[in-house]
C-alpha cells in the first residue's frame, strides 16, 4: 500500500499540472484578447472623433455656403425690388400723363 501513494501522488500532481497549464493557456488567450479588443475600442473611438470633427467642418462649411448664398439672393431681390419700384413710378407717370 506504501508503495501505491507515490505513484498516485505522482499522478494527482501530474493531472493538477496538467489542468493549471490548462487553465494558463486559457488566461493568456484571454489576456492577449482584451489588449487587443482595448486597442481596437481606442483606435475605434479615435475614428469616431475624426468623423466627429469632419462632420462639425462640413456643417460649418455648409452653413457658410448658405450664408453667402442667402447674401448674393437678398442683393438680388434688393436690386429686384429697385427695378419693381422704378417701373411702378414709370407706369404711375404714364397713367397721370393720359389722364391729364
Avoid: C, W
Avoid at 4 to 22: D, E, K, Q
Avoid at 45 to 50: R, S, W, Y
Avoid at 51 to 61: L, P, T
Amino acid at each position: 500500500m506504501n508503495e501505491v501513494y507515490p505513484y498516485l501522488l505522482t499522478i494527482a500532481s501530474s493531472i493538477i499540472g496538467l489542468l493549471l497549464i490548462i487553465i494558463g493557456f486559457f488566461l493568456v488567450r484571454l489576456v492577449g484578447d482584451v489588449k487587443s479588443n482595448t486597442l481596437e475600442i481606442g483606435k475605434n473611438k479615435g475614428n469616431i472623433e475624426l468623423i466627429a470633427q469632419r462632420q462639425a467642418s462640413d456643417v460649418n462649411r455648409l452653413e457658410q455656403t448658405v450664408q453667402l448664398e442667402i447674401k448674393a439672393l437678398s442683393k438680388e431681390v434688393n436690386g429686384l425690388t429697385h427695378n419693381v419700384n422704378n417701373l411702378v413710378i414709370i407706369l404711375g407717370k404714364d397713367k397721370k400723363d393720359k389722364d391729364a
